[in-house]
């Protein structure tokens, strides 16, 4: 479906609360209706994991919940003031589970503010509360109009961004073979394919055959990019950029549920390179992908077995999860209470400042509040990029806005036609970033604010002097209680390591007694690990965007880190691939092996691994490459393996200890 749909919805929807409210007589409640289907619409635009249709009955009901109970408390100060920062510290919390779902809390948040500062008791705040719903309820609506979007169509949006994520690495191998590509793909993937349930888990089985494919091709682009240098290094990337056009051409036709036909030649030309070419062998397996995955995307490919890793995509681990988020060392943990604390504060300045000298609106101030509750973010950089952005977009829309009603002096009917353009306007620029976006949503305030009757000039002037106030506030409450994430990272890489311990210790167990591999706990380890992952690397980016500072944890460290990690996890992965069958010898020593890389890889965040413990690491080695010997080239390549994750190891270790032992300069 095309990107114009979504925001032509959003117009509709805008456009139907505000011919509702007219048709009732009053622009109050049109004003009503279009703030809250504007704020639904916001939210659903951002929004790639779930049907829009409930996400925005999700925003909606959020949304009208917290008005409702801003309009209940919103007559005692103390209480107000309390129950801000309760919601507030829940707000925070909610974005544990990602960036969408921290902007609906904010959203919320927003209708707590507002309707708690103007309704004069708790009825008027229950029929605030109400209107603000039925806007929502008009994006509901929209959402379910014509043309629909396809089956799946979340999961699939996800599954083309992984392999169009796959298609940039195999371009980027061309001229960097050190390259690694995010997990992140992967792990919103996974994400999107674990909300289905029962049937409709069976009926998109070929996306988790395309998902396990994809995993497959990232293995052997990884094989590929680590293969030894040969002399004709054209060859190689020829073959790179035939893998980069098919990925890109399965990314697009399973994005837009479109069946793909995988030219004769693609398969053909990898199957003649591996065969000419040893090093490049892995492109082999790569031919065979391309062919499963063609398959994969065909209508009739519905119903099949689902592999294995569907089995371990089952609810999400809630208890683990909060264990983790409201544990001390927690960045949403902190971001919590600080947006509850910079909420509260807000709130008091702006009930303080009162009318901005005479030119306010009626002594309310929630716009400093409502301010801080989008800026402040739980990252350093976001925090400061969504301050300056949306503070100097709010005074050039708060300009634009007076210089609007000086020349034409709209009456009412006139604002809420302009306030559709802006309402447009702000629709088209979400993604374009946060200046333009706030230029367009403090235009629509105003001309929300003119509608209702108050002085333009004046609610433009003090909307923007509080927008800037409400920045202020939460730039300087990050500042003041600051979460720096090379702080946690330790805890984060003894995170990885943990899980890439019982991975491995799966692998090793099943090498030394071949057919004992359980491979629903395998592939629960595997997500365990990609999640880990996932955290450890976005926590390396933003040490990358965090002041320079004395101590621990460079960006340079870091990164270092995060491309051994991603070595060893593929070392691992083909440990796995070469795991002997049910009817082949195992290799006892390989027990051994396990608990040695597991008592390394518990030391490597620490920095330590200790003369005992690596001489027994080297010796579990070598004891497993002798047995290996013996028993053909096969096992020989598996113990290969394994002393390259062992030497992995180490290294981590060492960039661990060498960043450790730097000391505070």
């Keep these: 479906m095309s990107s114009a749909w979504p925001v032509l919805r959003g117009v509709v929807s805008v456009l139907l609360a505000v011919m509702t409210g007219l048709l009732f007589d009053s622009v109050a409640a049109a004003v009503l209706l279009a703030v809250g289907a504007f704020i639904v619409t916001m939210q659903t635009l951002g929004e790639k994991l779930h049907h829009p249709a409930v996400v925005a009955l999700g925003v909606s009901v959020s949304l009208a919940f917290c008005a409702a109970l801003g309009g209940l408390v919103g007559t005692h100060d103390a209480l107000h003031l309390a129950t801000l920062a309760v919601v507030g510290f829940v707000a925070g919390l909610a974005w544990s589970g990602g960036a969408s779902a921290g902007m609906v809390a904010a959203a919320s948040v927003i209708g707590f503010l507002v309707v708690g500062d103007l309704a004069s008791g708790p009825v008027v705040g229950l029929e605030m509360a109400g209107l603000l719903l039925s806007g929502g309820l008009l994006q509901v609506v929209t959402q379910l109009l014509p043309p629909w979007r396809g089956r799946f169509a979340a999961q699939r949006t996800a599954l083309g961004t992984v392999y169009g994520a796959l298609a940039d690495h195999a371009s980027a191998l061309v001229g960097n073979p050190g390259h690694f590509s995010s997990d992140s793909?992967?792990?919103?993937?996974?994400?999107?394919?674990?909300?289905?349930?029962?049937?409709?888990?069976?009926?998109?089985?070929?996306?988790?055959?395309?998902?396990?494919?994809?995993?497959q091709f990232r293995f052997d682009l990884g094989s590929i990019a680590q293969a030894p240098p040969t002399g004709d290094g054209a060859a190689r990337a020829a073959v790179l950029r035939i893998v980069h056009d098919g990925l890109r051409a399965i990314g697009h036709a399973v994005e837009y549920d479109q069946p793909y036909e995988l030219p004769e030649f693609i398969p053909r030309i990898l199957e003649a390179e591996a065969e000419r070419n040893p090093p490049l062998a892995a492109v082999g397996s790569t031919a065979g992908s391309f062919r499963v995955a063609a398959r994969l995307t065909q209508p009739q490919a519905g119903q099949r077995a689902l592999p294995d890793m569907a089995a371990a995509l089952g609810r999400p681990p809630v208890r683990a999860l909060l264990q983790w988020e409201l544990g001390r060392y927690s960045p949403v943990l902190r971001h919590a209470l600080r947006l509850a604390a910079a909420l509260t504060l807000a709130e008091l300045t702006g009930r303080w400042a009162g009318n901005w000298g005479g030119h306010g609106i009626l002594d309310h101030g929630f716009w400093v509040s409502l301010t801080t509750v989008l800026v402040l973010r739980p990252q350093f950089a976001t925090t400061l990029q969504q301050g300056w952005a949306r503070g100097l977009g709010a005074v050039v829309g708060a300009l634009g806005a007076s210089g609007l009603y000086l020349l034409a002096a709209p009456g009412p009917e006139a604002a809420l036609a302009v306030m559709e353009v802006c309402a447009v306007s702000a629709f088209l620029t979400r993604a374009s970033g946060t200046a333009l976006m706030s230029l367009w949503i403090t235009a629509f305030v105003v001309l929300a604010i003119t509608a209702l009757g108050y002085a333009e000039p004046e609610a433009a002037w003090s909307r923007a002097v509080a927008t800037v106030v409400g920045c202020g506030i939460a730039m300087l409450s990050y500042l003041l209680w600051p979460t720096w994430h090379r702080d946690v990272y330790p805890r984060l890489l003894a995170r990885w390591t943990a899980a890439q311990q019982t991975q491995l210790a799966l692998l090793c167990r099943a090498w030394a007694n071949p057919g004992t591999l359980d491979r629903a706990a395998l592939a629960k380890a595997r997500l365990e690990v990609l999640a880990a992952f996932v955290l450890l690397e976005s926590a390396a980016s933003y040490i990358a965007d965090e002041p320079a500072r004395h101590g621990h944890w460079t960006p340079r460290t870091v990164t270092e880190i995060v491309a051994c990690t991603h070595h060893i996890a593929h070392q691992v992965d083909t440990l796995e691939a070469r795991l002997p069958g049910p009817e082949e010898p195992g290799t006892e020593e390989a027990a051994t092996l396990g608990t040695a890389l597991h008592t390394a890889l518990s030391l490597a965040p620490t920095g330590r691994l200790g003369l005992f413990n690596g001489e027994r690491l080297d010796a579990a080695c070598r004891q497993v490459t002798h047995a290996a010997t013996s028993q053909g080239?096969?096992?020989t390549e598996r113990a290969e393996t394994a002393a390259r994750i062992a030497s992995a190891v180490v290294e981590l270790r060492t960039l661990v200890a060498r960043e450790l032992s730097t000391g505070p300069s």
Excluded: C
Excluded at 194 to 212: F, K, P
């Design 185 to 215: 793909p992967f792990y919103q993937a996974h994400r999107a394919l674990r909300v289905l349930r029962g049937r409709r888990r069976q009926q998109a089985a070929a996306l988790y055959g395309l998902l396990a494919q994809a995993e």
């Design 633 to 635: 080239p096969e096992a």
